[in-house]
């Protein structure tokens, strides 16, 4: 028998993935200016087209029909090139995105402990999941529901004791080595 052979990916974008407060939005624009790419942030650019912040689509209408909304713009993004994506961070959760993302994206998950992600989100408003009595509580639930979806970027990147700089320095690393050498499907 035969060992199925697949072909190396189209790596033409990068996408951040991890959870929130872990740094990509800050971490995306350098490495887009770097690269000379755009950067393009998906909790905003939901935003945007639907004229409501997801504080209030959660809200309003739920997470599900946020999530509905991120997997319409996942799909949008197979014909994107020259992009950081920094995705909403359950994007990845749903499998059909992460697969969807792969085939265009060097996929990086930024990454830190439930304590650092309180820290750096604990005077945030605009995060609606951490709107708990107990959010440090919620971060630990959310992180261990998202661990093995988190687990299968194509690199993993602690932000822990690291600079922003230092951060966009490895992910732009592991994506010129991708091109030179891409990851398969």
Not at 19 to 29: A, E, L, N, T
Request: aromatic share 6%.
């Amino acid at each position: 028998m035969l060992a199925r052979m697949s072909a190396p990916r189209q790596i033409r974008n990068v996408a951040l993935a991890g959870f929130m407060g872990v740094g990509k939005s800050s971490v995306g624009r350098l490495v887009a200016a770097e690269l000379q790419f755009e950067f393009v942030d998906t909790d905003e650019v939901i935003e945007s087209r639907t004229g409501v912040k997801v504080g209030e689509i959660f809200a309003q209408h739920g997470e599900a029909a946020f999530r509905q909304f991120e997997s319409e713009l996942v799909a949008e993004m197979a014909a994107w090139s020259g992009k950081v994506i920094s995705t909403g961070g359950g994007l990845i959760v749903n499998p059909d995105n992460l697969a969807s993302l792969k085939a265009h994206s060097l996929v990086v998950c930024l990454w830190a402990t439930p304590e650092t992600i309180y820290q750096r989100t604990k005077h945030q408003t605009h995060r609606p999941l951490l709107q708990t009595a107990d959010p440090l509580a919620r971060i630990r639930e959310l992180l261990a529901a998202r661990e093995a979806a988190y687990k299968q970027a194509d690199v993993l990147v602690s932000t822990e004791q690291r600079s922003i700089k230092e951060i966009a320095a490895h992910v732009l690393h592991n994506f010129r080595a991708a091109l030179n050498h891409p990851p398969r499907l």
